[in-house]
T-cell receptor
Framework: GDSVTQMEGPVTLSEEACLTINCTYTATGYPSLFWYVQYPGEGLQLLLKATKADDKGSNKGFEATYRKETTSFHLEKGSVQVSDSAVYFCALSEIRESGYSTLTFGKGTMLLVSP | ETGVTQSPTHLIKTRGQQVTLRCSSQSGHNTVSWYQQALGQGPQFIFQYYREEENGRGNFPPRFSGLQFPNYSSELNVNALELDDSALYLC????????????FGNGTRLTVT
């Protein structure tokens, strides 16, 4: 079945440092890939997405490129801010035979940014 | 536009009891999905409702059931609560049941004692 593996946290960085959170996936078909962010006490917010190989998703300075050859979708940001502290989830979505789609999530990576 | 709202925000129940969680979908969205997020884990898909019918289900027992109403709001019902049901329950709505983006509510924190 489908699965998503992402690096364990917490990832602790100083403000303005570079960020990379690794994510790899296993899927039977051609999934869409997503990064969601969860701030304390809140639900999930879509951060970025990519729907096919070599697509790059980007938002709020974050980027991730859909790499089919390495089945990866690593999240990167050049300069993190304290406000980026949150839990980040990598996820994939595939359309099932009956026409519905589900998200399969990784376990999440907590990012802590200090001033 | 109004986002996804869930109620209640927190709930404490005793093992063996039954619980109902509620979700109002985002305006214009006809599909609702429910996810269970255990502490320190990623969300797990429970089921999806489209046009008032369940059209997809994850690996959850039948004591997890749901409803979708004509206004596309939804309920998640859990019977015979177990301690392992303690989790954050997330509702997400989308414009269509395919690969359209999911919009999540803030969740209901259920604690079973």
């Amino acid at each position: 079945g489908d699965s998503v593996t992402q690096m364990e946290g917490p990832v602790t960085l100083s403000e303005e440092a570079c960020l990379t959170i690794n994510c790899t996936y296993t899927a039977t078909g051609y999934p869409s890939l997503f990064w969601y962010v969860q701030y304390p006490g809140e639900g999930l917010q879509l951060l970025l997405k990519a729907t096919k190989a070599d697509d790059k998703g980007s938002n709020k300075g974050f980027e991730a490129t859909y790499r089919k050859e390495t089945t990866s979708f690593h999240l990167e940001k050049g300069s993190v801010q304290v406000s980026d502290s949150a839990v980040y989830f990598c996820a994939l979505s595939e359309i099932r035979e009956s026409g519905y789609s589900t998200l399969t999530f990784g376990k999440g990576t907590m990012l802590l940014v200090s001033p | 536009e109004t986002g996804v709202t869930q109620s209640p925000t927190h709930l404490i129940k005793t093992r063996g009891q039954q619980v109902t969680l509620r979700c109002s979908s985002q305006s214009g969205h006809n599909t609702v999905s429910w996810y269970q997020q255990a502490l320190g884990q990623g969300p797990q898909f429970i089921f999806q409702y489209y046009r008032e019918e369940e059209n997809g289900r994850g690996n959850f027992p039948p004591r997890f059931s749901g409803l979708q109403f004509p206004n596309y709001s939804s309920e998640l019902n859990v019977n015979a609560l177990e301690l392992d049901d303690s989790a954050l329950y997330l509702c997400a709505s989308s414009f269509y049941r395919g690969n359209s983006p999911l919009h999540f509510g803030n969740g209901t924190r259920l604690t079973v004692t």
